[in-house]
T-cell receptor, first 109, second 111 residues
Framework: GQNIDQPTEMTATEGAIVQINCTYQ??????LFWYQQHAGEAPTFLSY????GLEEKGRFSSFLSRSKGYSYLLLKELQMKDSASYLC??????????FGGGTRLMVKP | DVKVTQSSRYLVKRTGEKVFLECVQD?????MFWYRQDPGLGLRLIYF???????EKGDIPEGYSVSREKKERFSLILESASTNQTSMYLC??????????FGQGTRLTVV
C-alpha cells in the first residue's frame, strides 16, 4: 500500500518563492511525479524524480529524498498563472499510479 | 503529441442507468487508469489496466467495472448509476517509467 500526504492549501505572493511538500510511504519505490492542475482542467506533468537530489526546470524545481520518503516542489518568481493545484503521485505495484490529495496554491498580487 | 481522448466532456444520467465512459489513447501505452476527482478528495484511483484484458482494482472500485478489449481503449462502466457517483472522471495512460497523460475529463451528473 501507499500513503501520500500534502498540505491542502497554501498562499503566496506574486514574485515570491514557495515550497510545496509531499511525504509518502510506499512498498517498492519507483519514482515520484509532480503534476499541475488548473481549475476545470486535466493535470499536466511537471517533473519526475527517481534519484535523490534536486532537479531544476526553469522556474520549477523538484527535490527527492528516498531515505526520508520526502519530496518538494519549489516554484520561483511566482506568477498569477501559477495559481493551481499541485499533485504529488507515486507509482506502486509496478505502474499503479496513486495521487496525494493535492495542494491548492493561491498566488496573490 | 500523446493524445488521450474521453468520449464525453459532460454527461447527465438518471439513477439506475448503466453508464459507459470511454477512453482512447493513441500512443500504444500499456497502462491505463480511471480516476474520479471530488473537491477536497484529490484524484482517487478506481481501476488500473496494465494490458489487454488485465485489470486491477484501485482504491474505490465499488460500483464500477472496466473493460479493456483493445490496447488503445479502456472503458469505465457504472452498472447502476447512483447520485454519489456524480463526479469528474479522468482517464490516463502511461508507459513504464514515464509520466501519465490525461484525457480532458468527463463531468458526470447522476440525477
Amino acid at each position: 500500500g501507499q500513503n501520500i500526504d500534502q498540505p491542502t492549501e497554501m498562499t503566496a505572493t506574486e514574485g515570491a518563492i514557495v515550497q510545496i511538500n509531499c511525504t509518502y510511504q510506499t512498498s517498492g519505490f519507483n519514482g515520484l511525479f509532480w503534476y499541475q492542475q488548473h481549475a476545470g482542467e486535466a493535470p499536466t506533468f511537471l517533473s519526475y524524480n527517481v534519484l535523490d537530489g534536486l532537479e531544476e526546470k526553469g522556474r520549477f524545481s523538484s527535490f527527492l529524498s528516498r531515505s526520508k520518503g520526502y519530496s518538494y516542489l519549489l516554484l520561483k518568481e511566482l506568477q498569477m498563472k501559477d495559481s493551481a493545484s499541485y499533485l504529488c503521485a507515486v507509482p506502486h505495484a509496478g505502474n499503479m499510479l496513486t495521487f496525494g490529495g493535492g495542494t491548492r496554491l493561491m498566488v496573490k498580487p | 503529441d500523446v493524445k488521450v481522448t474521453q468520449s464525453s466532456r459532460y454527461l447527465v444520467k438518471r439513477t439506475g442507468e448503466k453508464v459507459f465512459l470511454e477512453c482512447v489513447q493513441d500512443m500504444d501505452h500499456e497502462n491505463m487508469f480511471w480516476y474520479r476527482q471530488d473537491p477536497g478528495l484529490g484524484l482517487r484511483l478506481i481501476y488500473f489496466s496494465y494490458d489487454v484484458k488485465m485489470k486491477e482494482k484501485g482504491d474505490i472500485p465499488e460500483g464500477y467495472s472496466v473493460s479493456r478489449e483493445k490496447k488503445e481503449r479502456f472503458s469505465l462502466i457504472l452498472e447502476s448509476a447512483s447520485t454519489n457517483q456524480t463526479s469528474m472522471y479522468l482517464c490516463a495512460s502511461k508507459e513504464s517509467g514515464t509520466e501519465a497523460f490525461f484525457g480532458q475529463g468527463t463531468r458526470l451528473t447522476v440525477v
